[in-house]
């Protein structure tokens, strides 16, 4: 293996993104050869030991890439120190150190993408990438132009104006409207933040579609691998 960036050596692990490698590198988590490297100009090598957290790490010989409906009292996560089910915890047969792409809120259900992949993770998340994520959300009341408007032109939150989003109603559940809501950041609770700001506060929210790929008929707690088409899709994304 020819030599390479300590962040990029550990997200062929699969230990990280490149961005999260850095802080635990920075967190002073990473060791090379029994030293630990706060540094981010580090290079590295098929020979050299690499440790995060203690553990030996090691490139991936087999990259996955799995669409899964999370359900609602899930977190977005590969691993809890409170000892709550996290989404990797549904996933039962496949041999690797997987990751979510991104976060859904706990009480959020719907299409999260796991990996082991960290150049793809990086590659999709980025906010240069620019992925639009749609939401499905049953909200009170029933948004009218006025704030389809507002969306389409930023929503100012208490972390600054939002890029324009898309606020669609699609149908109704008695006096409350169902919304589609698009956006292409993945600020914490953004959705329901944008929705709370212009008074039709979220009953439910289901993720319904990440890019190109859609959550279709797949049942709560169930996954799928992505296919090679739809991860080639996906990263062609503009």
């Known amino acids: 293996m020819e030599e390479m960036r300590l962040q990029k050596y550990m997200a062929l692990c699969g230990a990280a993104s490149r961005r999260a490698a850095e802080h635990m590198i ?4 990473v060791s090379v050869n029994g030293s630990t490297v ?8 098929g020979n050299d030991t690499v440790c995060v957290d203690g553990n030996i790490i090691k490139p991936e010989k087999r990259k996955y890439y799995i669409l899964m409906n999370k359900p609602a ?3 977005s996560a590969s691993k809890d120190d409170r000892g709550r089910e996290c989404v990797v915890d549904l996933v039962q047969g496949v041999d690797a150190r997987l990751y979510p792409v991104g976060r859904l809120d706990y009480d959020t ?13 990086q590659k999709v998340t980025h906010p240069s990438f620019e992925v639009w994520k749609t939401y499905r959300a049953v909200v009170k009341g029933v948004p009218n132009e006025t704030d389809i408007r507002k969306f389409a032109e930023g929503i100012m939150l208490e972390d600054g104006k939002t890029l324009p989003a898309v606020l669609d109603v699609v149908g109704y559940k008695g006096n409350n409207a169902i919304a589609e809501i698009s956006i292409r950041e993945g600020r914490n609770r953004q959705v329901r933040r944008m929705l709370d700001r212009i008074g039709h506060p979220v009953n439910s929210l289901t993720r319904i579609s990440f890019g190109t790929i859609e959550l279709g008929d797949l049942k709560p707690g ?3 691998f992505l296919s090679p088409e739809e991860i080639e899709k996906l990263t062609e994304v503009r």
């Open 26 to 29: 920075e967190e002073g988590r």
């Open 38 to 45: 706060t540094g981010m100009g580090t290079k590295v090598s």
């Open 73 to 75: 009292g899930v977190l």
């Open 109 to 121: 259900t719907g299409l999260i993408i796991l990996t082991n992949d960290g150049e793809f993770m």
């Open 222 to 224: 169930k996954w799928r």
